[in-house]
Every structure is written in C-alpha cells, then in structure tokens.
C-alpha cells in the first residue's frame, strides 16, 4: 500500500465474530474523529488494516465497515509466530503503508470483552514480546503513542499496563493519569489502587 496512509496491523489468531470487527473499526473510527480537524478527511481505513493473507502484497487497501467475514490467515497462530511474521513481512523491509513497529492481535477472549493484545516491537531484542491487554477504545492510542510519537512500551503508563497485567480501559488510564484521583457527587476522592500505578 503506497497511499500515504500509515496502518496499524490487525491479525485474528482465533475465529473473530464480525460484530467484534466492527466494533473495533467503530471505536477507531471514534478515536479519529476525536483527533481530526474538521477538514480533515482521515477515516478509519487510514489507519488500520486487518492482515488476512501471508502473501502482503495481495493487501492493497485498510480495513473499513462493514466487515462481513473474518480474516483467517493466522488462525492458530502463537503471539510469537505473528510477530515473527510481522518483523520478517513488515518491519525489516520498512513497507510502506503499515506502522513498522505495532500491531495488534485478536484472540479467544477479543470477541468475550471487547480486547485485544497491542505489541510494540520497537526496542525489543529479536523475538521478545512487548505486549499489553487492551480494550478497543485505547487501542489506537497506544499505536499512535508507540509507532508515531516514539514512546517505548516499556515506559510511562504503558510499561506500567505492560508490567502489571492490568488490562488497559479508557476509565483505569484516567484514573492513572490523575494519580487515582476522580469526582464523585461533587467531591475529589482517591482509588488508593490507582494511586501508585504509574510506578509499578
């Protein structure tokens, strides 16, 4: 893809129900209206692309709504063999079109919680997994924070997610931004679980 679009990879190791799919589309979607000018005629398709073929260059286009099957190329597939894949297909030959150092993995549990694994190769020796659970709603900003602004997975907020195996939501990212401080009925309170999280 020579389109001028940078997309976050999108691999179904499992057998992905197409309202999950479209879910995930409709929440990055969310999230590229939430960032977009009002002239600006960036979509969904832009940024994200579900991989369903071990031939890249049969790819042509992202992923856009509806999806009406789900990808099966990497059904069965180990974390370790998707990224394997990724680095050999995507990484080293720096391909145009795709963001070179994340990508995202639906799994078993995707479809029972709205989830997914987001992996972050960059600064990782070869093989290693970076890896942390998220929902579909930060999933794109962790892409965005890992493969365009250069943050390492392994710091700030993130490698606290990462290190912990605290599933990353919109709602625990906030309260540990704010050091677990949040409002309610009027009043400042403080989730002392959330206090210290970003020092884990």
Same mark, same amino acid.
């Given at each position: ?89 995507? $990484?080293?030959?720096? *391909?145009?079109?795709? !963001? ?6 639906? +799994? /078993? =549990?995707?479809?029972? &919680? ?54 990353? $939501?919109?709602?625990? *990212?906030?309260?540990? !931004? ?6 309610? +009925? /009027? =009043?400042?309170?403080? &989730? ?9």
């Amino acid at each position: 893809m020579d389109d001028g679009g940078t997309r976050c990879p999108v691999f179904c190791t499992a057998d992905i129900p197409t309202s999950t799919l479209n879910l995930l589309l409709h929440r990055t979607e969310e999230y590229v209206s939430e960032f977009n000018e009002p002239n600006d005629n960036a979509n969904v398709s832009d940024i994200i692309v579900f991989i369903d073929s071990k031939d890249i260059t049969t790819i042509t286009k992202g992923s856009s709504p509806p999806i009406t099957s789900s990808p099966t190329a990497f059904l069965g597939h180990t974390l370790q063999q998707v990224r394997d894949w990724f680095e050999a297909n995507i $990484t080293q030959p720096r *391909l145009t079109g795709y !963001m070179p150092y994340c990508f995202l993995v639906l +799994d /078993g =549990e995707s479809a029972e &919680d709205d989830s997914c694994i987001f992996v972050c190769t960059q600064d990782s020796a070869p093989g290693e997994i970076h890896s942390l659970h998220c929902k579909f709603d930060v999933t794109m900003q962790n892409a965005v924070a890992c493969d365009i602004q250069g943050e390492s997975i392994e710091e700030g907020l993130m490698g606290s997610f990462m290190r912990s195996g605290v599933t990353m $939501t919109k709602e625990n *990212l906030k309260l540990a !931004m704010d050091g677990g401080l949040y409002i309610e +009925d /009027g =009043e400042v309170k403080l &989730d002392q679980g959330w206090r210290d999280f970003s020092n884990w």
